[in-house]
């Protein structure tokens, strides 16, 4: 009987996370809308062969290193209103995005298809955050979309304000599937939006219904995630038995500082694994992988390293 991605993660072995894809696609010279981003390149061929070879290194990292992989949709910006403004059709959109996702799976593969899920605005402005209540109710029908296709869980991506943290991951409860909620952090241990990690795990915790499996972060490099986690660990003892991820950029610059900037500086794949396998040592990090500046060569030595191969 296969795994499931609940399963794979109570484990407590190693979970290896997908790098950049948004990024990758756009210094590669692939037209990205500029509300949907790549959602509607799983609509036609031209767009499905941009995207095969980015996940493909992904899910071969991990194929070579024997360990679980989990691919996320491309629906980061796939929600409703995104995809009016792009003209594309919102279902069909979700359907596609797993679809194409499974369609890279060989038998046998320890790889998990999660939705990928967003913020409504930009992810680098907790100001334009929804309230709790509007989120959910804006979310929610593109959780239950990417259910209806078959994800096997989910992950909120680039959270920089609780508020709307909170409405998603009550969206995404509702379906019955896992999810996880990945924040953004500064080295000092708090939200764009001020909120305290250690705060922002421990209310989600009590206030969502489930709660999530884990916490992650994301878009943040692994020695500001480091400052952070040992500031957030002071004020919460307990974090590391909720907060066990990170999908870490290249360049320790902020995340504003990133955000579609032309050239990126980066750190060497060994570097970057070198990082990661340290907050796993500190913390025990499960899940791991890559954002910002990222690429199937940090992924591959993330993967050796966590092995035991490099």
């Known amino acids: 009987m296969r795994t499931g991605f609940g399963e794979a993660v109570a484990s407590l072995g190693p979970v290896l996370m997908e790098g950049a894809v948004v990024e990758r696609l756009r210094r590669g ?12 390149l799983v609509l036609h061929e031209g767009g499905r062969r941009a995207l095969e070879p980015v996940y493909r290194g992904y899910l071969d990292a991990g194929r070579e290193a024997s360990l679980p992989v989990v691919l ?17 059709p919102f279902r ?43 989120a959910e109710r804006f979310h929610a029908p593109q959780a239950e979309a990417l259910a209806a296709a078959g994800v096997e869980g989910f992950q909120a991506a680039t959270q920089c304000a609780y508020s709307e943290a909170l409405g998603l991951a009550r969206a995404m409860g509702r379906t019955g599937l896992p999810y996880l909620v990945s924040w953004i952090v500064r080295p000092s ?101 890559g954002c910002c500046g990222s690429d199937d060569r940090h992924i591959r030595a993330l993967a050796r390293a966590l092995s035991g191969r490099a």
């Open 92 to 134: 069909r959109v979700q359907e596609e995005a797993v679809s194409f996702l499974r369609s890279l799976l060989s038998p046998g593969d320890r790889a998990f298809v999660l939705g990928l899920m967003g913020s409504r605005g930009d992810a680098y402005r907790p100001e334009e955050a929804l309230e709790t209540d509007d």
């Open 72 to 88: 996320l949709t491309p629906t980061w910006r796939a929600a409703s209103d995104r995809l009016a403004a792009a003209g594309l």
């Open 189 to 289: 241990g708090h939200l764009l939006d001020g909120t305290p990690l250690e705060v922002a795990v421990a209310r989600l915790d009590r206030e969502a219904d489930p709660p999530p499996l884990l916490h992650m972060l994301n878009c943040v490099h692994w020695s500001n995630a480091l400052s952070a986690v040992d500031r957030a660990v002071q004020g919460l003892p307990s974090l590391p038995s909720r907060l066990s991820g990170l999908q870490a950029n290249t360049s320790p610059l902020p995340p504003e500082a990133l955000d579609g900037r032309e050239t990126l500086e980066g750190e060497s794949p060994d570097a970057f694994a070198a990082g990661l396998l340290l907050l796993r040592s500190r913390f025990g990090f499960r899940l791991l992988g």
């Open 29 to 40: 010279g692939v037209a990205l809308h500029p509300e949907a981003l790549h959602a509607g």
